[in-house]
């Protein structure tokens, strides 16, 4: 992919390999899932390829593929390099790749970094825009910071394990919690809480993402969060053997914080871009319910999550790409002048609401009934339940724009109907997760209560 | 089968009605579905006939597999319960297109569509027999209503029905989190509605008690029971009034199915433990909502807190346990949702001619308008509960029930308090009806021309309904006899 800037000068091409690059992967994916190697490498036990962490490639891989479908004509206007933009998101993905499936610390370490430098360039690709630059080195440094945290982490870990060991199934001794692995845990918990953009530890969060270009705010609200998230689990699920005890009230307290902090700060934005990214974080707060209850529901409802959030999510920046206006104002009267793209954006926004009939429903639900399974943390489901209705009135306050303001809310340039068409696709996608999500999580149940 | 078809020619046809661009097409379309859906409801009554709860008749029930692995499956049937407010649903939705046929909506596709789905959703709500598809078709039919109010509402609009969805989510969810609690404690993890009735077995009654508001605070949200009714004067007075129609007539009725069907027969000692606190917010919120329907200028308002004194009685009857109560609750649902509908016409006549709705600028109107003042008369009188008319038979059962009550050691106080609300409803209804149709005529009202063929025949169906339930309430009688029965037994009162 980094090469193709040097054979072809046409942009269309460029777009054309990546598409085909991006199909090529979700195909070899999808294969592997059902259990048809194309080809074996050994990893030497780096790298293990369950169900779960295919199926969260997956995820990312299809949405990417929805992403540069949806938005890759946008990119063309943040600068001139449009090839190495694509293999900055191909690197990410490979990092993606990674996180998703590593085995030890070291290979967690190694897919954060990845994902993180081709990152901090893409925020501030926008060269001559300030806020595009401040953003990126706001980005670099505390990314920086909180990989020196997670460095030290895992070198405590290595420290407290029995054998001296980066694998994370021999991590645990099992004969309880030593001081140092406790302290290892919490700085890996910090410094993971802090590239899913968990409360305290997301001051970056907004300004990053108001600041970076809108194509690749899109890219890390999503499809690099998530998979974040899925390599989240996977490590808490499966390094920290019997201390769980002992650490979830710290998660507990990071959720509610989270939840708090996104849905009651993004009530008071007036750019929805900025309220996009406060949103982002009040659905991490939930996402972060997988990881508090880390039972067969919660491993499911992560999985569905990243799919019906990443969805929506992608869907509706991509709308706003669009937009003239990035404020409420600018959605006004959207409806009358866009109905198929008003329509669509009322189906993702629904969706992030929790509403039924849209795939953010069983997200919600599946995040909700995991923690209810595990019998404690009553009171943090309640809680996030009120501060889901909170979310309503954010997300409202787009559709009410669209539809029962007056005004002359328009896009920059007539969108093409294939653009429509994928995004009455997304939204097909939306509401076929809300009805059936059995569609998705037939394969996943049958694997992970045997995992 | 016929379940099936009632859930799905209303949410089918209201698809279909987002693609109709003309304003004509889609009336006539609105009305020919909703008319279809009366004709399948009156089939289910006649298959039905006199046994309607224990039966296993493939026609009245259907049971597919939606989502195995959750335990939920697409269970939906008609049993006396929910035979009765689906009948009221499928007449009012006709009734409704053809009292406001004359009312001129922008883009009237869009408005026709979001009728039906609402229709759908509602239905839905009636007759699931799952307790997660019975969520899902609690929020199918409030996401139509909420799009209604806020795009063809009055000038406060926005702000109103926002209030009014926050307050209902936020039940909702709460009451989605008791589902979810409950369904984990039941013995196979199922959201079936045996497996629900059950899952008391299960439970410490101390649980009970705290999930009892988990569940209930969604279902006082939507009847409403003061002090949460706040949302509801509000939403009817900004709403288009075909809306505030299908809102007073069966939407305020989902939270009283709601308690009686997924409440008190699943938490039975919660319900107990916890009955006498709900009757006297009850009884507050009656006496409260009377006591300001005297006090209101504004028709729409007036009705609105009238509601709130008849839905109050009617949870008050529930929580008596008694299975005469049980029984005037479900008869007294239909009716209200009847009388109420044959007022808001008459709302809805006077603003369409008048412009406004101050019962001050009115009167006279009963020389002026002589049939619309009839026929009035005759509603207004089944909303006070006149004798021969459908709401003393309600009201009687209603009164009985609670009178007779084994549940609550403070019978003939709540009694005694819940009469003084039907004295005050009778000095409001009748004031109202003296200052708008009797009195000097005015400027306004000696314009006034009487109500045109559609509206009179919408009203004698109403009126009709009214007088014949009244004078021989037996088939209704048959129809929810043997349901409140069974709701008793599973309330472990017989």
């Known amino acids: ?451 | 089968m016929i379940p099936v078809l009632l859930i799905f020619i209303p949410l089918v046809t209201g698809l279909i009605g987002f693609l109709l661009k003309s304003e004509k097409t889609a009336r006539g379309w609105a009305l020919l579905s909703s008319l279809v859906t009366l004709v399948v409801a009156l089939t289910g009554a006649g298959v039905a006939g006199g046994g309607v709860a224990g039966g296993a008749n493939p026609m009245l029930h259907a049971d597919v597999a939606w989502l195995p692995d959750l335990g939920s499956r697409f269970a939906v049937g008609l049993d006396g319960l929910s035979l009765i407010l689906s009948l009221l649903t499928a007449i009012s939705f006709p009734l409704i297109f053809i009292a406001t046929w004359r009312d001129q909506y922008k883009r009237a596709w869009n408005f026709y569509a979001l009728m039906l789905l609402s229709q759908a959703g509602l239905l839905g709500v009636f007759l699931a027999q799952d307790a997660l598809l019975f969520y899902f078709f609690w929020e199918l039919a409030l996401i139509p209503v909420y799009f209604l109010c806020s795009q063809w509402g009055g000038e406060r609009r926005i702000a109103a029905t926002f209030k009014f969805f926050v307050y209902t989510f936020l039940g909702s969810l709460l009451m989605l989190v008791g589902i979810i609690w409950l369904y984990f404690h039941t013995a196979d993890h199922s959201f079936s509605m045996a497996s629900f009735y059950d899952v008391h077995n299960h439970i410490p009654n101390s649980d009970q008690t705290w999930v009892f508001w988990l569940l209930f605070i969604a279902f006082a949200i939507k009847m409403p029971i003061w002090p949460l009714h706040t949302w509801q004067p509000d939403t009817y007075e900004q709403s288009p009034t075909a809306v505030t129609m299908v809102l007073s007539a069966i939407m305020v009725k989902m939270g009283l199915f709601g308690v009686i069907r997924w409440l008190a027969p699943v938490l039975p000692i919660g319900t107990w433990a916890w009955g006498d606190t709900v009757s006297t917010a009850c009884i507050i919120g009656m006496i409260y909502a009377s006591l300001v329907a005297m006090k209101q200028d504004d028709l729409k308002r007036l009705l609105a807190y009238s509601s709130i004194a008849h839905v109050g009685l009617m949870a008050l009857a529930i929580f008596a346990t008694d299975s005469t109560g049980m029984q005037g609750v479900m008869i007294q649902m239909f009716n209200h949702g009847i009388n109420i509908l044959g007022m808001w016409i008459v709302v809805d006549l006077i603003e369409r001619q008048f412009g406004t709705r101050k019962i001050s600028e009115l009167g006279g109107l009963a020389k002026t308008a002589p049939g619309l003042a009839i026929l009035l008369v005759i509603v207004a009188l089944g909303n006070v509960a006149l004798p021969l008319t459908n709401g003393f038979v309600g009201e009687f059962l209603l009164f009985t029930g609670v009178f007779t009550s084994t549940a609550t050691a403070y019978s003939l106080v709540f009694t005694v308090v819940a009469a003084v609300t039907i004295i005050l409803g009778a000095i409001y209804t009748l004031n109202m009806i003296q200052r708008v149709f009797y009195g000097p005529v005015n400027g306004l009202t000696s314009r006034a021309v009487d109500i045109s063929l559609n509206e009179k025949v919408v009203l004698s169906v109403i009126v009709v309904l009214i007088v014949f339930i009244g004078i021989y309430p037996g088939p209704v009688l048959a129809m929810t006899k043997e349901f409140s029965e069974f709701i008793l037994t599973r309330m472990a009162y017989k």
């Open chain 1, 1 to 451: 992919m980094m090469f193709s800037g040097i054979f072809t000068t046409s942009k269309k091409a460029v777009r054309n390999v990546a598409i085909v690059g991006l199909a090529i992967l979700l195909v070899a994916n999808y294969a592997d899932l059902l259990g048809h190697h194309l080809f074996t490498i050994d990893v030497h036990k780096m790298l293990y390829f369950d169900t779960f962490g295919l199926l969260g490639n997956s995820i990312a891989f299809g949405s990417t593929l929805l992403y540069v479908l949806l938005s890759g004509r946008d990119m063309e206007r943040v600068g001139n390099n449009l090839a190495e933009y694509f293999a900055l998101i191909f690197f990410v993905l490979c990092g993606v790749a990674i996180i998703t499936t590593f085995n030890t610390l070291l290979m967690l370490f190694l897919g954060i970094e990845i994902i993180s430098i081709p990152l901090y360039i893409l925020t501030g690709s926008d060269k001559r825009n300030l806020k595009s630059n401040e953003a990126a080195l706001k980005y670099f440094l505390m990314g920086s910071f909180s990989t020196g945290l997670m460095l030290l982490g895992i070198t405590f870990l290595y420290g407290a394990s029995p054998t001296g060991t980066f694998f994370i199934d021999d991590l645990w001794s099992g004969k309880g919690v030593s001081p140092v692995f406790m302290a290892g845990l919490l700085l890996l918990l910090v410094s993971m809480a802090f590239k899913v953009s968990a409360a305290p530890f997301h001051f970056w969060t907004p300004d990053v993402y108001d600041g970076a270009p809108t194509v690749f705010t899109s890219f890390m609200a999503t499809i690099v969060k998530v998979s974040i998230f899925v390599g989240f689990v996977r490590l808490f699920d499966e390094a920290f053997g019997e201390s769980r005890e002992r650490w979830q009230i710290f998660v507990a307290i990071i959720t509610a914080a989270t939840l708090f902090i996104g849905n009651v700060t993004a009530v008071f934005q007036q750019s929805v871009k900025r309220m996009l990214a406060y949103s982002s974080i009040a659905q991490a707060g939930f996402m972060l319910l997988a990881l508090l209850a880390l039972n067969g529901v919660a491993k499911e409802g992560i999985i569905l999550y990243a799919a019906a959030y990443s969805i929506a999510t992608i869907g509706i920046f991509a709308i706003l790409i669009r937009m003239k206006d990035y404020t409420f104002e600018g959605f006004n009267g959207l409806a009358r002048q866009q109905p198929v793209l008003a329509a669509t954006c009322t189906i993702f926004l629904l969706s992030l609401a929790g509403i039924p009939l849209t795939g953010g429903f069983f997200a919600k639900y599946y995040m909700l009934s995991s923690v209810v399974a595990t019998g404690h943390f009553l009171w943090l489901v309640i809680f996030s339940v009120l501060c889901a209705a909170v979310s309503v009135y954010y997300y409202f306050r787009v559709i009410q724009a669209m539809y029962f303001k007056e005004g002359d809310g328009t896009t920059e340039t007539e969108p093409g109907a294939g653009f429509k068409g994928l995004l009455v696709v997304l939204a097909a996608i939306v509401v076929i997760l809300g009805v059936c999500p059995q569609s998705l999580l037939s394969q996943l149940t049958k694997i992970i209560y045997t995992w």
